[in-house]
Structures are given as C-alpha cells and as structure tokens.
C-alpha cells in the first residue's frame, strides 16, 4: 500500500508488491522493504550541519534551493525507489529490520552523505568555505544507492536470524571505510549495473568524484570488482561467511590491530616517535617545501582506522593548509567534533579526500574483544611532542 503524505513524499510500496516500471527477471521482488520518504525541507538538519554557516545566511534559502533542485532525484525514486530497495535486498541475503525512513536531501554537507539518518547532498560538498559541487547525474544516483547498502547493512544488528552473529562478528562487516563500505559499494554498483546497465554504472563508479570520495576505491578494484558476482542466488551475506578470518582480503582490508593493554590502560607496545596516549596515533616530518608528510603511523589508532597512511601529504585539513602539526592535529580535532575532519592529502601523485571520523576501535584484553571509542572530551591525553600525536 502506498502511504499518504503531508511534508515529504511517500515513494516506495511496502510489503511484496511489485515494483514499478520493472523488468528484471532476473529478481523475485518477494522480500519486505520498508516505505521510504523524500524530505527536502528538513531546514533544521541541514542548519545543524553547518551552525557557523547559518549564523550568516538562512538555511531556509537554501532548503528551499533543494526543493526546486532534487526534481532528477525525486523523479528516479518515485520512478524505480522501490526497485532498488528490492535488488538490494535480494543481493544482500539480508533483510530491512525497519519498517519506514526518511531520505534526507539537503544542499551542503561535509561528506558525499550518511546511511543514518539517510542524508544525500545535492549541492556541495565539503568544510565550510570549500564545497565541491555534487555530480547531478549517475554519480548521484550510486551515492544514493550506497547510502541506502550501507543502511541495509546496519540491519543485521538488529536481527536474530541464526547468522547474523556469525555476520556482524565476521571482520569484513567492521564498520571502517576499508571494509563495511567496501561491502556497501559492491551492493550499490551491482545494482545499478541492473538499474542504468553495466557501462553507466562502472563509467559513474570510475569517475574522479569516487575516486577523491570512496577511499577505498585501490582495495575493492583489487579484490572485489568483478571478483565477487552478486546474484539472488550468490548474496553478498553468503560470500561473507564463505570468506577465511584470515584471507587476503581480510588481511589487506584490516582495522586497527588488537593491541594488549597494561593496568593502567595505556598500550604496552610503543612506537617510536608517537605518543603512545594520543588516539590519533601518527607522526610527521617535514619536506622539501615544508610539505607535511606523515612518517610514522600506528595501526591500532584512529588516522589508520579512517585510511590514512605512511607518506601521505597532508594538503588541507577543512579546506585550510595547515603550518604546524599542532595547527593540523587541532583542525582535525574540531572536524572530529563537528562529525568528521575533511584532509585532503597525496598519495601516489593523486589526490584524495577523506573524512576522518570517531569509531569504534577493536582493544583486546587477554582474550576478551572489546571497543573503545574517541574520548568526546579530548581526543589527545596527555604529553605529546610536536610533531606526533
């Protein structure tokens, strides 16, 4: 049944009915999804977003700029939403654990989007002051279909289907940017192979949006493009659970390490030249230029966590070149603070952006796992030296 509106559009049929405008035999289209709404008036979240911004001008300009913008985005969800949510689904081996949701279009957001809420920029991209305009064409599209894979993939917690231990305990499904998303963007490009065809999809996944956006794109072209074919009948939860704890993929794909842990909970490991309390875990060393290069990093702290690596050259932290390492590290902490610090860096003679946020990181003590997360209070404990943190 379709459901009525007042703000937001109702897109989607709910329950098994038959999605519109399908022809791929290919699909049962038998699961549940849930009624998914359009809301592009949402002007208190996209103020939230940016609350510097909007002491100056009025996010209700720019939400109304939205409205009269998103009739490409409305007008491919109200055409095939229901679609979509059925071939993820299907692909996936998972089912939706909620029964309805908004899809939260906004003008300007830090990152390409969020799975929850489910937030998609159609105008800018970035910190304040430095937005990269958004791709209004089948860029947008698989944006949208990787927020929505990788909500899908959030359901699995909520499940108690027999393997749904057995998936959400598996590493591959680890909420970093070099695993879970990967998982999230097989998904997503499969299903729009099904929906805009092969060559609009792969030409949309090959541009240079994605690759200054999904920073793992090296690792899934590596391993999982064209490698792990997606089909009712082969789901993405199925290759999960056939794939070895200790793969190559795993490996190349891995969190933080488990590192043990002394009484006083500092680690027992050093490296040296990084503070062994600071959570961001690397070190610097200065270029010809001054470039700011990072030389040492610790792969069971945060910048590793989010993909940042040894060599990378830091460029901008929130669109701003940074002088110091303090200056870097306390830009990145405010970012942190606000939902995530933008650092746009080179590596291999390219650039890349990426989004450095808190997350859970995996702590073994003896042989029990746990997770700890980014102090919300300081993200930096006590004594580092200039240039490592």
Request: charged share 25%; hydrophobic share 40%; with cysteine.
């Amino acid at each position: 049944m379709k459901k009525a509106f007042v703000v937001t559009f109702t897109l989607l049929l709910a329950g098994t009915a038959v999605p519109q405008q399908t022809y791929y035999t290919l699909f049962r289209y038998r699961s549940f999804i849930p009624a998914v709404a359009i809301n592009d008036r949402s002007v208190a979240l996209q103020a939230a977003v940016y609350p510097d911004l909007y002491k100056i001008r009025a996010a209700e300009t720019d939400m109304k700029w939205v409205s009269e913008s998103d009739t490409e985005i409305v007008r491919f969800w109200k055409q095939k939403g229901d679609t979509v949510l059925h071939i993820l689904t299907e692909l996936s081996g998972m089912e939706w654990k909620e029964a309805e949701f908004d899809i939260y279009l906004v003008r300007h957001f830090p990152t390409v989007g969020s799975s929850d809420p489910l937030v998609i920029p159609i105008g800018g991209i970035g910190p304040r002051g430095l937005l990269e305009e958004v791709p209004q064409d089948n860029r947008l599209t698989l944006n949208l279909a990787f927020q929505m894979a990788r909500r899908l993939l959030s359901q699995v917690e909520r499940s108690d289907e027999p393997t749904a231990f057995a998936l959400t305990s598996h590493p591959l499904m680890r909420q970093t940017p070099l695993r879970r998303d990967c998982m999230a963007m097989l998904l997503a490009l499969v299903t729009c192979q099904n929906m805009l065809g092969y060559d609009k999809a792969n030409e949309a996944f090959e541009s240079e949006f994605w690759d200054r956006h999904f920073p793992a794109k090296e690792v899934f072209k590596t391993y999982l493009m064209n490698k792990w074919v997606l089909s009712p009948d082969k789901t993405l939860a199925s290759k999960i659970l056939n794939e070895s704890r200790n793969s190559e993929l795993v490996e190349a794909t891995r969190p933080p390490r488990p590192r043990t842990t002394a009484t006083d909970g500092q680690p027992v490991t050093q490296i040296a030249g990084i503070s062994p309390s600071g959570k961001l875990g690397f070190s610097v060393r200065y270029e010809s230029g001054n470039a700011m290069v990072i030389d040492t990093i610790d792969a069971n702290r945060l910048a590793y966590a989010n993909g940042l690596r040894a060599g990378d050259q830091i460029k901008r932290v929130e669109g701003q070149v940074v002088r110091t390492f303090r200056d870097l590290v306390d830009k990145i902490l405010s970012g942190i603070d606000k939902g995530g610090a933008e650092i746009e860096y080179v590596r291999d003679n390219k650039i890349h952006i990426l989004t450095l946020q808190k997350m859970l990181l995996p702590v073994y003590e003896s042989e029990d796992l746990y997770f700890e997360e980014l102090d919300e209070d300081s993200a930096v404990s006590g004594e580092a030296g200039p240039d490592d943190n």
